[in-house]
């Protein structure tokens, strides 16, 4: 049923797309073909300033990966690993924290947390809990070897995340969270159309 609303979902884009009604828009021969066509984002009928965005992503993705792999060489885990541990670490704030709650936060699937959490267990950085009222639900704590160790890292890791994040003025950072938690959905849509798309053109 999931599967068969998300390909719903995907064909209703393609129709949204393709029905916009929008004349193509002129350019020279020589030049390369548009990669998007909402006029929103073209300037001047090109897209270099939308190839220019999507490119400093990327470099500011690479970068950060670079800063969250530094951070984790300090406790001695992969750069997932410290990702997942701070994130239960974190979520446990709020309330208990499963697979699943740490899943959808990290937008990544179940099988792939599992096996992450697996090794922190083996470590003793994460304690695992199951509910003695149904033995399928396990919550996951933090115990005290892995706070110590956020601890280690945390002096270190404030001075580096100040500089990454330096450029932003309080309302720069406010309207930074909410562009990129809409960006995130946009996103999770993309993916879908995407593989709709793929799965048409017999592309595995």
Do not use: W
């Not at 609303?5 to 029905?19: G, H, K, Q």
């Not at 309330?95 to 003793?124: E, P, Q």
């Not at 330096?166 to 995130?184: K, M, N, Q, Y």
Request: proline share 2%; glycine share 8%.
């Amino acid at each position: 049923m999931a599967r068969s609303a998300t390909n719903r979902a995907a064909r209703d884009l393609v129709r949204e797309t393709d029905a916009s009604g929008r004349k193509p828009v002129r350019r020279k021969s020589a030049e390369l073909p548009l990669t998007i066509s909402r006029p929103a984002l073209l300037r001047e009928g090109n897209d270099r300033q939308f190839r220019h965005l999507v490119h400093s992503l990327f470099g500011f993705a690479a970068h950060h990966e670079r800063i969250r792999s530094g951070h984790a060489k300090v406790i001695g885990v992969s750069g997932i690993e410290y990702t997942v541990l701070i994130s239960i670490a974190h979520l446990s704030r709020q309330g208990d924290v499963n697979i699943k709650t740490v899943a959808d936060h990290l937008y990544l699937s179940g099988a792939f947390i599992t096996a992450v959490v697996g090794r922190l267990l083996k470590m003793g950085l994460v304690d695992k809990k199951t509910d003695t009222g149904d033995r399928r639900r396990v919550s996951l704590t933090v115990p005290a070897k892995g706070h110590k160790a956020l601890e280690r890292l945390a002096p270190i890791q404030r001075r580096v995340n100040d500089v990454e994040f330096g450029c932003l003025s309080r309302d720069e950072f406010d309207f930074l969270i909410a562009v990129v938690d809409r960006l995130v959905d946009s996103g999770a849509r993309a993916v879908a159309l995407q593989n709709y798309l793929l799965t048409e053109l017999g592309v595995k």
